[in-house]
């Protein structure tokens, strides 16, 4: 059974850089072509694409924070992993990984992490 | 990119059928055959529902059914359950090869 794991801080301070790392258990990264992905959710509000990973290191990532951000892929640790430099307090929210259902689709996401609550706050 | 648009909340006796609009333009939802749906419980990871407009992913119920016209694509869930009750997101993928999220609908059984 696959199986997606966030983890990383609880609390960053603000202009600090956010690091997430996803292990990926129960199957290879690179067993098939399937994206691996962040989405976000602030407290109380909707859900927000961030940014997917191939499994050979190709990235998209949403237009409004493409200028702050890095997905990548470690394939010999089962990892992909994610990193926000100039965080604000809007960067507030719950951080799921999780990957995508169809081979070579960016469109939808079957297995997910419980999430991981990242709050920036001095 | 703006969100999808959804109605902030639907609501529907137990037994009846509901339906949840997902409205965006013709550079997502109207370009592409690429429309999924997610089921949140409340503090829990979404679920995918639909994918591909109106497939569903083993193990699914097939009272959950989608479809799409023109940028508008539709939820619709028959024989509504207490076990329904979450929000509902949907997604679509764009012609800037990103992907976005609907403002999500809280379905409520009366």
């Known amino acids: 059974q696959l199986q997606l794991q966030e983890s990383g801080p609880g609390l960053v301070k603000p202009s600090e850089t956010l690091s997430l790392t996803c292990t990926v258990s129960?199957?290879?990264?690179?067993?098939?072509?399937?994206?691996w992905n962040w989405i976000r959710q602030p407290p109380g509000k909707a859900l927000e694409w961030i940014g997917s990973v191939s499994y050979d290191g190709y990235t998209y990532y949403n237009p409004s924070l493409k200028s702050r951000l890095t997905i990548s892929v470690d394939t010999s640790k089962t990892q992909f992993s994610l990193r926000l430099t100039s965080v604000a307090a809007t960067d507030t929210a719950m951080y799921y990984c999780?990957?995508?259902?169809?081979?070579?689709?960016?469109?939808?996401?079957?297995?997910w992490g419980q999430g991981v609550l990242v709050t920036v706050s001095s | 990119q703006s969100a999808l648009t959804q109605p902030a909340s639907v609501s529907g006796s137990p037994g009846q059928s509901i339906t949840i609009s997902c409205t965006g333009t013709s550079s997502d939802i109207g370009a592409y055959g690429y429309v999924s749906w997610y089921q949140q419980h409340t503090g829990k990871a979404p679920k995918l529902m639909i994918f591909?407009?109106?497939n569903r992913p083993s193990g699914v119920s097939n009272r959950f059914s989608g479809s799409k016209s023109g940028n508008t694509a539709s939820l619709t869930i028959s024989g509504l359950q207490a076990e329904d009750e979450a929000d509902y997101y949907c997604s679509s993928f764009t012609s800037s090869s990103t992907l976005l999220f609907g403002g999500g609908t809280k379905v409520t059984v009366l």
């Open positions: 999780a990957k995508g259902y169809e081979e070579w689709e960016l469109s939808s996401f079957d297995y």
């Open positions: 129960g199957a290879s990264i690179t067993s098939g072509h399937y994206y």
């Open positions: 591909d407009v109106s």
